[in-house]
């Protein structure tokens, strides 16, 4: 890679790739099993999304600048965060959705382990706030898939492919 080549510097790294498409099957298989008699397969599908948030927030301390807390941070504080080579890092609308995300996993996250005690199990204000948080993050991920189809549009390149591939940092920017 000569030392001006940007197209080989990847914006997903192979741990953010595999992290989202934990929460993507951890997703479907989640709402799938709700709606089936495999109540184990649901819970361990939940602590796995909770394991993912944490997996995240671990890697918000790494090296790699596109999921680094640091600049996720300086978005939310200027608008936008850039590497020194001047490249796009974070947008604040970007940092809001991710952190939106996380947020809604855990909220399910929670109030589906506070169903499994003996004093919630069969509560139904308890089932109530675990399925609003849920329909709350399947609401707010279909809008992040929205976003990304119609900015997928705008730039006349399917985006959701830089996802499997790695995607550059040259790509963000078309």
Not at 45 to 53: D, E, K, N, P
């Amino acid at each position: 890679m000569a030392v001006g080549d940007r197209s080989a510097v990847r914006r997903w790294s192979l741990s953010q790739r595999l992290i989202h498409a934990g929460f993507f099957f951890g997703l479907i298989g989640g709402w799938w099993t709700a709606h089936t008699a495999a109540d184990d397969l649901h819970e361990w599908l939940g602590w796995g999304m909770v394991a993912l948030v944490g997996a995240r927030i671990l890697l918000g301390f790494g090296r790699h600048p596109q999921a680094q807390w640091r600049g996720m941070a300086w978005a939310l504080w200027r608008g936008v965060a850039t590497d020194p080579a001047g490249r796009l890092l974070w947008q604040r609308r970007s940092v809001v959705s991710v952190l939106m995300l996380l947020l809604l996993v855990l909220g399910t996250g929670v109030t589906g382990w506070m169903l499994t005690w003996e004093t919630l199990a069969g509560d139904d204000a308890a089932e109530q706030w675990h399925a609003g948080f849920f329909n709350a993050l399947l609401g707010w991920v279909i809008l992040h898939a929205a976003v990304v189809a119609w900015l997928s549009l705008r730039a006349r390149r399917w985006r959701a492919l830089d996802i499997v591939r790695g995607g550059s940092f040259d790509s963000i920017s078309k």
